[in-house]
């Protein structure tokens, strides 16, 4: 029987910031950054949230609502180094585990009860380790799935444990308000306000014929997903390179062909990453010229990049550092390196900018996973195309 686990830190920067910043502790501030062009609440401290201010609040309306509210800036060194201690704590503990790197963490204890005893008592200490170290505390689940174990961390955070046992997944889930089910798009829940659903077991309760005509194709798994069934794994990103190259038919100089050429292989790089369900925190530019000399440039970020335009943008930046020849270029490949699981899901907790740009890119993976590698492409693609031959 599987043994699976949910960690839930809420506010998971806003409590980084307050570990390293003293003055914070008891007042409220938000961590806020840009999305779609003005400034949102990326997290928000206890004491704001009791304020009313949530998660993709726009700064200004936070602002507006809170005269003393504090404002801090994204810290993702910080935050790294907390994951690094809360990974250490973990590891001792799961023999795999997974970690989105923004306070969710599933952890696999399927066969360390001889040793750690049952897995509520395990995720127990593990609790108490992360509190004594970090002064964090994490809401946490266990459970048979990943799906129950986050429904139900949800409903107790932002701190407490608690445990759904086998074979009471459905009941668990029965009365839960169906907004806690992750993966929840605001199309799927467009049509649920229309059917009137409000728990999870009115979901649960469906006919295949009564969910496929009401959800579409994707009735099956939201129906299943209301009675607790998930066999998704949790699983640590393999260590592997994801690498593109393009080798042009006559030796180049030409800006607008490289560059396109860099555009072209970071997407198709980007879409055998995604396919994988994997984002990089790594992006590493090979540049050979025509006279055999070869360049290389590593770009590491502290933020996991996962749509086609922030590869592209990272790579392109390295290519202009790497210039350095005014000698025609050979070929040019891009390595994708240091991955990590994606951990986001399409649901009402994202902001909607970053939904927008997520579903803009699952729509073009959608169409080339169907049709072929470059069927969506960028027009710098096409312009370099009419100019040289990949």
């Known amino acids: ?78 935050c790294l180094k907390v994951n690094t201690v809360l990974e250490d704590v973990i590891s001792r503990y799961a ?35 992360i509190l004594d170290k970090t002064k964090i505390e994490a809401a946490a689940a266990a ?18 444990l608690i445990e759904v046992r086998s074979g009471e997944e459905a009941s668990f889930l029965c009365h839960q308000d169906i907004t806690l089910l992750p993966g929840l798009g605001s199309s799927l829940m467009k049509t649920i306000r229309v059917t009137g659903f409000r728990e999870a077991g009115e979901l649960a309760a469906l006919s295949d014929s009564e969910a496929l005509s009401l959800f579409g194709k994707k009735g099956i798994l939201l129906r299943d997903s209301a009675l607790g069934i998930d066999d998704s794994p949790v699983s640590a990103p ?46 590493k530019l090979s540049v050979i010229y025509a006279d055999g000399v070869k360049a290389e440039i590593n770009g590491r970020k502290k933020q ?11 790579a392109a930046d390295l290519y202009q550092k790497s210039v350095i020849r005014r000698v025609r270029v050979r070929s040019i490949s891009v390595s994708l390196e240091n991955f990590s699981p994606l951990g986001y899901d399409a649901d009402l907790f994202e902001i909607e900018s970053e939904t927008k740009n997520r579903r ?28 040289n031959t990949l």
């Open 143 to 160: 459970g048979t799935n990943k799906l129950v174990c986050k429904v139900a961390s949800r409903t107790i955070r932002p701190e407490g």
């Open 360 to 387: 803009l890119q699952e729509a073009a993976d959608r169409i080339q996973l169907r049709y072929g590698a470059g069927k969506v492409t960028r027009g710098i693609v096409l312009a370099a195309a009419k100019k």
């Open 95 to 129: 023999p795999v585990w997974q970690n989105d790197g923004a306070g969710n963490i599933y952890l696999d204890l399927t066969g360390t009860r001889r040793i750690f005893g049952p897995s509520s008592d395990c995720v127990c200490h593990i609790q108490n380790e």
């Open 304 to 314: 996991l990049l996962v749509t086609d335009k922030e590869i592209i943008t990272v």
């Open 1 to 78: 029987m599987r043994a699976i686990a949910h960690l839930n830190i809420i506010g998971f920067r806003a409590a980084v910031a307050g570990l390293f910043d003293s003055s914070l502790q008891g007042r409220p501030y938000v961590v806020a950054g840009r999305a779609g062009g003005q400034a949102v609440v990326r997290d928000v401290s206890p004491a704001a949230l009791r304020e009313g201010i949530k998660y993709g609040t726009p700064l200004f309306a936070a602002q507006r609502l809170v005269k003393e509210l504090m404002v801090v800036s994204p810290d993702p060194g910080a």
């Open 238 to 283: 393999a260590n592997r390179v994801i690498e593109s190259k393009a080798d042009f038919s006559q030796d180049v100089i030409d800006e607008t062909v490289i560059r396109g050429a860099i555009a072209s292989i970071c997407e198709n790089a980007g879409l055998q990453m995604r396919r994988d369900k994997l984002g990089a925190f790594e992006v």
